[in-house]
T-cell receptor, first 112, second 115 residues
Framework: LAKTTQPISMDSYEGQEVNITCSHNNIATNDYITWYQQFPSQGPRFIIQGYKTKVTNEVASLFIPADRKSSTLSLPRVSLSDTAVYYCLVGDEGAAGNKLTFGGGTRVLVKP | GAGVSQSPSNKVTEKGKDVELRCDPISGHTALYWYRQSLGQGLEFLIYFQGNSAPDKSGLPSDRFSAERTGGSVSTLTIQRTQQEDSAVYLC?????????????FGSGTRLTVV
């Protein structure tokens, strides 16, 4: 399984854009990049997934360069409620029973 | 149900006692996963079920840990002779059998404290 590296923590302010970059140098051809969000006392929640280029949904955008060795999660105009831990995962999306392998995540603190 | 339900939400037990943690997955989800999360840490995979069978038990930390799943639905994680290092939040997730990193829905977990 491809190992991921992401910053331990980031601070931001309400209304700002937050960008979290994840390194995955050993990503395989069949691997997808997925981000989960975890609030205190809750289980992780799926945010966004991509394979290459750019993916956008109502919550975030995911930017993946051509070599796919890194990816950047972008949270536009964050609010206090976006304070959470964000996990970057890499794995074969099509593999049955593919277990998620979580790293340490990035703890994002949004200040007023 | 609408989501993954875990019970109890909190459990305090004395060292050496056995505990059972329960997970009710989303109806129709055939894959079920147990994870453990220690304070301030990431998630550690424990075991995976496909239906009632467990193809991957590689994450169980010792033979004190066991899990079963009946009727392709409810799963129980049992920890025998609990130790203080077992204190953690135990999370359950379910997904459709087709797998995929995005198809996982997690419960809110059981916070286990061994005193």
């Amino acid at each position: 399984l491809a190992k991921t590296t992401q910053p331990i923590s980031m601070d931001s302010y309400e209304g700002q854009e937050v960008n979290i970059t994840c390194s995955h140098n050993n990503i395989a051809t069949n691997d997808y990049i997925t981000w989960y969000q975890q609030f205190p006392s809750q289980g992780p929640r799926f945010i966004i997934q991509g394979y290459k280029t750019k993916v956008t949904n109502e919550v975030a955008s995911l930017f993946i360069p051509a070599d796919r060795k890194s990816s950047t999660l972008s949270l536009p105009r964050v609010s206090l409620s976006d304070t959470a831990v964000y996990y970057c995962l890499v794995g074969d999306e099509g593999a049955a029973g593919n277990k998620l392998t979580f790293g340490g995540g990035t703890r994002v603190l949004v200040k007023p | 149900g609408a989501g993954v339900s875990q019970s109890p939400s909190n459990k305090v037990t004395e060292k050496g006692k056995d505990v059972e943690l329960r997970c009710d997955p989303i109806s129709g989800h055939t894959a079920l996963y147990w994870y453990r999360q220690s304070l301030g840490q990431g998630l550690e995979f424990l075991i995976y079920f496909q239906g009632n069978s467990a193809p991957d038990k590689s994450g169980l930390p010792s033979d004190r840990f066991s899990a079963e799943r009946t009727g392709g639905s409810v799963s129980t994680l049992t920890i025998q002779r609990t130790q203080q290092e077992d204190s953690a939040v135990y999370l359950c997730a379910s997904s459709t059998s087709t797998g995929g990193n995005y198809g996982y829905t997690f419960g809110s977990g059981t916070r286990l404290t061994v005193v």
